[in-house]
């Protein structure tokens, strides 16, 4: 490709031969659109939803600004696993996603209004949230869309916006910087299924090179509440119980949640860092636990400049800790509390590790690793 071309590549839709509908599994599939890309810019793509499917989300998206080509394949994902966060939640929340990890979120706190709750979330990272996608549980406000266009987004995915919120994402006169910014409408998708009762809409596959596919359940998750964490404890089997001393308070109890939720969609190993109703940090992909604390405290550190700056907060793991050292890093930090889902043989030291520190912890009693 000539070097003058190199940036029309990502511009430019890639087109391939997709059929009109495909059979799999015994369901037929009818083709959405062809996409403007798949993963990467040489890589043809379509979206296809189910035939006559109930309770759809993106599958019945409503494009109302295509931007430039339409979407792509990340642009998809990334409202997928945003949307996997925001139907846990009962206020309105903001997740701002990279890459198909949030960057950052952020929940409304009381007296909060949207566009505020958007900022938090944006500025949970502001340098990752460059070129992100956006995504919203709630209808999306004419003071939150003239937000947005202050910056480079990809695309933004909500249930309903305002006439006065799609006023401003055409407003291209007042917006120069945003014009191919994608809006995307989708029905609520509150009733997804996400609770371990609730019956899945379809298997999660993965396919590999050589046509192989892995079919499993969806996540589902027990979490419905704070009622539903349990005290952190270990019956060790030489040094006898362990309990944790300090229960946590209500606000770090409603952060637990909301970091625990958040993890649901962040790639292993991952935490969620979280303080009042914002991410500070999330620690994604790394090989080891430990790492992925140590990555989540230096990006929060080094944007909040201070020792200090992760004191009071709270820290969602999305599996057990097989040594103290990634609580002890933590409390060193500043978290004053814990999410994990218990089980490891070592939960009596990372347990001693908390009320050393006059910190708590609970269980989650499930596992959500995400290998995305």
């Known amino acids: 490709m000539a070097e003058k071309d190199l940036k029309a590549m990502y511009r430019t839709r890639t087109e391939g031969q997709f059929p009109e509908t495909v059979e799999l599994l015994g369901r ?44 792509s394949q990340t642009n998809l994902e990334d409202m997928h696993h945003a949307i996997g966060i925001l139907k846990y939640m009962e206020r309105p929340c903001c997740a701002v996603m990279k890459h ?6 952020a929940i409304q706190q009381e007296g909060m209004t949207l ?7 944006r500025d949970a990272d502001a340098q990752a949230a460059f070129g992100s996608v956006v995504a919203f549980n709630v209808e999306v406000d004419a003071d939150t869309a003239a937000e947005i266009m202050q910056t480079i987004v990809e695309g933004v995915v ?3 916006f305002s006439e006065e919120a799609l006023a401003a994402f055409n407003d291209h006169a007042r917006f120069k910087r945003n014009k191919a910014i994608r809006i995307v409408r989708t029905p609520p998708f509150n009733t997804l299924p996400k609770y371990t ?5 379809a298997w999660e596959m993965k396919v590999f090179d050589d046509g192989s596919v892995i079919l499993a359940q969806p996540y589902l998750s027990r979490m419905k509440s704070v009622d539903d964490f349990v005290p952190a404890y270990n019956d060790h089997s030489k040094k006898g119980r362990m309990d944790i001393a300090r229960k946590p308070t209500a606000q770090e109890l409603d952060d637990l949640l909301f970091a625990w939720r958040v993890n649901l969609h962040v790639r292993s190993n991952g935490v969620v860092i979280v303080r ?17 604390v140590q990555q989540a405290i ?26 103290r050292d990634a609580v002890d890093a933590a409390t060193d930090a500043g978290v004053t509390a814990v999410a994990q889902p218990g ?6 030291d990372a347990i001693a590790a908390c009320n050393e520190k006059n910190a708590t912890m609970v269980f989650t009693l499930e596992r959500c690793f995400s290998h995305h």
């Open 158 to 160: 909500a249930p309903a």
């Open 343 to 348: 089980g490891s043989m070592n939960d009596y």
């Open 115 to 121: 566009v505020e709750v958007y900022q938090r979330a």
């Open 28 to 71: 037929t599939y009818s083709k959405v659109d062809d996409l403007r890309y798949g993963t990467n810019p040489h890589q043809p793509a379509a979206f296809y939803k189910p035939a006559n499917g109930a309770n759809l989300a993106l599958g019945a998206y409503t494009m109302l600004k295509t931007g430039k080509n339409g979407l």
């Open 197 to 201: 009762e609730d019956t899945p809409n």
């Open 100 to 105: 198909c990890n949030p960057s950052g979120a």
């Open 276 to 292: 009042n109703g914002q991410t500070l940090a999330v620690g994604t992909g790394e090989q080891d636990r430990v790492g992925a």
């Open 298 to 323: 230096t990006k929060a550190q080094s944007k909040y400049k201070g020792s200090e700056s992760l004191e009071g907060a709270v820290m969602a793991s999305d599996g057990f800790f097989p040594f």
